[in-house]
């Protein structure tokens, strides 16, 4: 890792940290490691709180088994991850280190069975619209989502909250105008939500809880 745990600890939860007391379940771990992976990767540490404090694992057999629940059977395609065991304070932590990866987007799979697809925004794992994934059209949106513009347009939107057509031109190097048609086509596929219907039109990303 380029910091050290101790650093990423006091940084705090974000982007590409995030913190567990412990692993509650397969289904949630996998979540967010797919989110990290569809994102800009991350890192997730086990055994410490929401505010940073250090709480060691009471048990790193039955966290790695989740965690090898999740990543051999709850994700597609596949993700590898590097599972390190570190002492702090004389307690267990357990880093996981996720890149981002060339193989996204990844799915989850829920207790229900169904495949998600879930980004990284700001410190929280957020689902993409299951429109993507379900109905007339899937395969073509899941390609879209792959494609290189729409991955730099969600890059932005982790960081940004809105974007308009100019702004999206000059970030992808094309005109105003077909900037402004690819975004009210990904409107219309529900995968961005239209904020302004004034001039000039906003967009930001649109989820379900």
Do not use: C
Not at 15 to 35: G, H
Not at 158 to 175: C, E, L, P, Q, R
């Amino acid at each position: 890792m380029n910091k050290s745990i101790i650093q990423i600890i006091k940084g705090g939860e974000g982007l590409t940290t995030e913190f567990k007391r412990t692993i509650d379940s397969a289904f949630k771990i996998a979540k967010t490691i797919v989110s990290f992976a569809n994102t800009s990767g991350g890192r997730l540490l086990v055994g410490i709180s929401d505010t940073g404090a250090i709480l060691g694992v009471n048990s790193e057999l039955k966290e790695l088994q989740k965690l090898e629940k999740a990543t051999g059977e709850l994700i597609e395609p596949k993700i590898m991850v590097q599972i390190k065991t570190v002492q702090l304070d004389g307690k267990m932590i357990l880093a996981v280190e996720i890149e981002e990866s060339p193989d996204k987007p990844h799915y989850a799979l829920n207790e229900k069975g169904e495949r998600i697809i879930y980004i990284r925004v700001k410190d929280k794992s957020i689902p993409i619209p299951r429109l993507l994934m379900h109905g007339e059209g899937g395969a073509d949106k899941e390609k879209l989502m792959a494609s290189r513009h729409v991955k730099t347009l969600i890059a932005y939107l982790k960081d940004t909250d809105s974007v308009t057509a100019k702004v999206f031109s000059k970030i992808i190097n094309i005109s105003e105008k077909r900037a402004e048609r690819m975004l009210n086509d990904l409107a219309a596929r529900q995968i961005l939500l239209k904020i302004s219907r004034t001039k000039p039109e906003a967009f930001s990303l649109k989820w379900t809880e």
